[in-house]
């Protein structure tokens, strides 16, 4: 429960008696007499979590409960890293885990997976790193919020690149990021992405072909990791 008070201010000892006085009721978690002396301090100029709006409700819950889940993500954390090879033997031996290392398993790799696809470079990497723990020790992972996360993050990679198609790090990290989509244990919605490669194609496609005819090694490259890009979208070239 949120409570607390406005009043005008009447001068340094009548705040220090305040202070006192609420500071020995909080500490000694008497919450009947904490409620008592903020009446006393303040009259009928109490509040607490209900008189504000729904949206400044929200906004302070969410403080709260930042720290909260930060507590519970470190304790899943540190059992998860504990038990992982025993995960992985009860696997192996076709035995089912206990639910809570299970449990622990599965919140720590969906959290990991999300964080490396919603990084700005889309750490693949780190990704296939997941997805291999995941397979080896038969955890289910979030189909749905993970295929979201990672259908937004290659068209915003898509988009860099045909703002800027000649940045080589953002092409191969598309090209990356577009083959890794085969080892994803789920489908992937792949057709603005596909769009997009299909007008980079239209756009560049032949003024890097003519540059590399000419004998320009950064524009066969560039061919060359794009090829890759729409073979791995299914875009003919």
């Known amino acids: 429960n949120l409570s607390g008070g406005v009043r005008e201010f009447s001068g340094d000892n009548s705040y220090e008696t305040m202070v006192k006085e609420l500071s020995g009721a909080f500490d000694s978690a008497d919450f009947t007499e904490t409620i008592r002396a903020l009446d006393k301090s303040f009259a009928e100029f109490t509040f607490n979590l209900k008189s504000l709006s729904s949206e400044a409700q929200r906004e302070i819950l969410d403080l709260l409960l930042q720290t909260t889940l930060e507590e519970v993500e470190a304790d899943y954390r540190q059992l ?30 969906n959290e990991d997976l999300h964080r490396a ?68 244990p789920f489908e992937v919605d ?26 320009d090694e950064e524009a066969s490259k560039w061919m060359h990791h794009f090829e890759n890009i729409a073979a791995n979208l299914t875009v003919r070239v």
């Open 80 to 109: 998860y890293e504990h038990h992982a090879p025993l995960l992985r033997f009860l696997k192996d031996a076709g035995i089912p885990p206990p639910r809570a290392l299970y449990t622990a398993a599965e919140f720590v790799l």
């Open 117 to 184: 696809i919603q990084y700005d470079d889309l750490e693949v990497n780190r990704i296939e790193s997941l997805l291999d723990e995941a397979q080896l020790e038969g955890i289910a992972l979030e189909a749905t919020s993970l295929e979201y996360s990672f259908r937004k993050a290659l068209e915003r990679l898509a988009r860099r690149l045909a703002d800027e198609p000649d940045v080589f790090l953002v092409l191969e990290k598309l090209e990356q990021a577009t083959a890794l989509v085969r080892r994803l």
């Open 190 to 215: 792949l057709w603005k992405v596909e769009n997009i490669c299909y007008e980079m194609l239209q756009k560049f496609y032949r003024e890097y072909q003519a540059r590399a005819e000419e004998g």
